[in-house]
Nanobody, 123 residues
Framework: VQLQASGGGLVQAGGSLRLSCVDS????????VGWFRQAPGKEREFVAM????????YYADSVKGRFTISRDNVKNTVFLQMNNLNPEDTAVYYC?????????????????WGQGTQVTVSS
């Protein structure tokens, strides 16, 4: 598995970004995929996940209703649509492939990690 995250950038509060995570080795279609984020001085935290089929999703309370995770297994890509961003969303965002098909919210449940993409939200 080789993950490449992209789509981060600088946006004003209330704006939107769409992150993408591509598996160039084309091997994550049977695994759950999650997005995590890490702000300076803070621990990495769970944001959202989707099971291997994309039929089940789960979100952190802090992003529920604003973020949407989806996946295209044909294109080996998982997306994170982020709307109504606020400065508290500023962080490096990482995609990760779970050890299982159903995933979870614990960092330890994820085996492979992308390099991260910076999201900065200005007030």
């Amino acid at each position: 598995v080789q993950l490449q995250a992209s789509g981060g950038g600088l946006v004003q509060a209330g704006g939107s970004l769409r992150l993408s995570c591509v598996d160039s080795k084309r091997t994550f279609s049977n695994n759950a995929v999650g997005w995590f984020r890490q702000a300076p001085g803070k621990e990495r935290e769970f944001v959202a996940m989707t099971n291997w089929r994309g039929t089940n999703t789960y979100y952190a309370d802090s992003v529920k209703g604003r973020f949407t995770i989806s996946r295209d297994n044909v294109k080996n890509t998982v997306f994170l649509q982020m709307n109504n961003l606020n400065p508290e969303d500023t962080a490096v965002y990482y995609c990760a492939v779970s050890r299982t098909s159903y995933g979870g919210s614990d960092v330890a449940q994820y085996r492979y990690w992308g390099q991260g993409t910076q999201v900065t939200v200005s007030s």
